[in-house]
């Protein structure tokens, strides 16, 4: 089975629109992170946002926000205000065994965004 | 602005030939990653260090891969001898343990003819 699952292999969005990007994981470890990360057309891959499983509060980082929702094991990206520039492949990626200190980090299959002006 | 250096950026090889891609992590990150990425695997961890030992390499083909750290400023990864089938970018990352961002190198464009 997979462990993450991006449904949306592509996206459409209108500027200044938000968008959300969809992201399913499946772990039985209760500790462990989830992030997303941003791949431009020029390839390199741009850390956005992290949520910590324990964490009460969904992240924020500018106008990206992650919704958390624990019990349904998903973790969506919301892009509020979209730009041009949000062009992207973006990669759901979770990191398990963190009580653990092991360092296993598995990504999603991406969902290419193309934001329309 | 720190950054995850990678180099050769680009590598034409013929098959059959040795490859050695290089990572310089960030200072004072002590977990290094090494990831390949194509269209139809997507991205996959290879290989991960901390502190400079190597914690898990299970997803690196043992019989032409192998990663080290010769010091903490340096991580390489080789493959001899190549295939076309490595053909892919291969990205560093480095982070720090405790915290869990990676921050990825810009990768290593390999075309195995």
């Known amino acids: 089975a997979q462990k993450i699952t991006q449904t949306q292999p592509g996206m459409f969005v209108q500027e200044k629109e938000a968008v959300t990007l969809d992201c399913t994981y499946d772990?039985?470890?209760?500790?462990?992170?989830l992030f997303w990360y941003k791949q431009p057309s020029s390839g390199e891959m741009i850390f956005l946002i992290y949520?910590?499983?324990?964490?009460?509060q969904n992240a924020t980082e500018g106008r990206y926000s992650l919704n958390f929702q624990k019990a349904r094991k998903s973790a969506n990206l919301v892009i509020s205000a979209s730009q041009l520039g949000d062009s992207a492949m973006y990669f759901c990626a979770m990191r398990e065994g963190l009580t653990s200190g092991t360092y296993k980090y598995i990504f999603g299959t991406g969902t290419r965004l193309k934001v329309l002006a | 602005d720190a950054r995850v250096t990678q180099t050769p950026r680009d590598k034409v090889t013929e098959m059959g030939q040795e490859v050695t891609m290089r990572c310089q992590p960030i200072?004072?990150?002590?977990?290094v990653f090494w990831y390949r990425q194509t269209m139809k695997q997507g991205l996959e961890l290879l290989a991960y260090f901390r502190n400079r030992a190597p914690l898990d390499d299970s997803g690196m083909p043992k019989d032409r891969f192998s990663a080290e750290m010769p010091d903490a400023t340096l991580a390489t990864l080789k493959i001899q001898p190549s295939e076309p089938r490595d053909s892919a970018v291969y990205f560093c990352a480095s982070g720090t343990s405790g915290r869990d961002t990676q921050y990825f190198g810009p990768g290593t464009r390999l075309t195995v003819l």
């Open positions: 200072l004072g990150h002590n977990t």
């Open positions: 772990t039985s470890d209760p500790s462990y992170g």
């Open positions: 949520q910590g499983s324990y964490d009460q």
